[in-house]
């Protein structure tokens, strides 16, 4: 009987046609920001609150807390913060956490803020078959626009995981943007098998994300690692290297992680710090996707492909 190759012995149709399957495509690197801004500041939250444990059918009430944590007390947090500094924000919501607190949806879209998709339960969209995953896309998004009002125009893929049909299936919701993909640290547009989708990639990465940082797991191999002192200095340097360069910051925090009292006190001194300097523009994923879909290049930009 025929078995599967091991990657070593494929051809290179095979293993070429695996790596383009999703690339980066044109620099979206603007010339300008919007009033003279010198960089963009793309801050986003993904309240996962219950579903990442639910999702993994670990439904002790241990579990359950640590996740209602996210929205009783962490979103509640965050949220006041960004209304004492003004600034708006991108919150990608899985629709089971919406739907477990659709308070909370709706005030974040009361607020100003962009609601954004972030699949249904935090599931693993890469292991579903193509029918489950949209499927569980499309119900996503009508539930988020149910609760808050608000259709999203942009997806984080849950754990950042692209399927064989994910472009296809965000082509279906006419999704302006992604914020899952890691190619560079600045908007590029998605190329799928080395053809433009017309979907703009708001670059994330875990560097910029607090998980790998705070992560807990009471009997698994995860321990909190970074100080909040030190995961600060850490997102500083990530700033103003991206002020140096006249780019764009993107962070990346989760309630039930970040709303902890000493590490909201770090959350406070990052924004305190980026707002100290002059020409920061704060937006939400969707206003810089639109800015940088509609502008005229950047010379000579950062990365032409």
């Known amino acids: 009987m025929p078995t599967e190759q091991e990657p070593w012995q494929w051809d290179e149709d095979t293993w070429r046609g ?15 920001w919007p009033g003279g801004a ?23 009430a241990g579990a359950m807390a640590r ?9 509640r947090r965050i949220l006041r913060l960004l209304d004492e500094f003004r600034i708006p924000a991108t919150f990608f919501i899985p629709a089971v956490s919406a739907l477990l ?18 699949g249904w339960i935090h599931e693993r969209n890469a292991l579903l078959s193509p029918k489950d995953e949209r499927e569980l896309t499309h119900r996503s998004v009508d539930v988020l626009e149910g609760l808050s009002g608000q259709r999203p125009v942009g997806i984080r893929t849950p754990s950042a995981d692209f399927s064989d049909s994910t472009i296809e299936i965000m082509q279906e919701l006419a999704f302006r943007y992604d914020s899952s993909l890691m190619a560079d640290d600045m908007p590029y547009e998605i190329l799928s098998n080395g053809r433009p989708t017309g979907i703009v990639e708001l670059p994330m990465e875990w560097i910029r994300d607090d998980a ?3 992560t807990m797991t009471r009997y698994g191999p995860y321990r909190p690692y970074t100080s909040p002192r030190t995961w600060v200095e850490i997102m500083k340097d990530e700033f103003d290297s991206a002020y140096a360069d006249g780019a764009v910051f993107q962070l990346i ?33 969707a206003d810089i996707a639109d800015h940088v879909w509609r502008s005229p290049r950047r010379e000579g930009a950062h990365r032409a492909v």
């Not at 695996?18 to 300008?32: F, I, K, N, S, Y």
């Not at 010198?38 to 002790?60: C, K, N, Q, Y």
């Open 18 to 32: 695996h790596a383009e399957r999703v690339r980066a495509g044109r620099d979206l690197t603007p010339r300008t």
């Open 38 to 60: 010198r960089m963009a500041v793309a801050l986003s939250f993904d309240p996962d609150h219950e579903t990442i444990p639910l999702r993994d059918g670990e439904t002790s």
């Open 67 to 75: 996740g209602e944590f996210g929205s009783r007390v962490g979103a």
């Open 101 to 118: 607190h659709p308070r909370e949806a709706k005030d974040y879209a009361a607020a100003g803020h962009e609601i954004g998709a972030h």
């Open 212 to 214: 790998p940082y705070f």
């Open 253 to 285: 925090c989760h309630p039930h992680i970040i709303g902890h009292r000493s590490r909201m006190f770090a959350l406070r001194q990052l924004v305190e710090h980026i707002q100290a300097h002059e020409g920061v523009w704060f937006a939400t994923h």
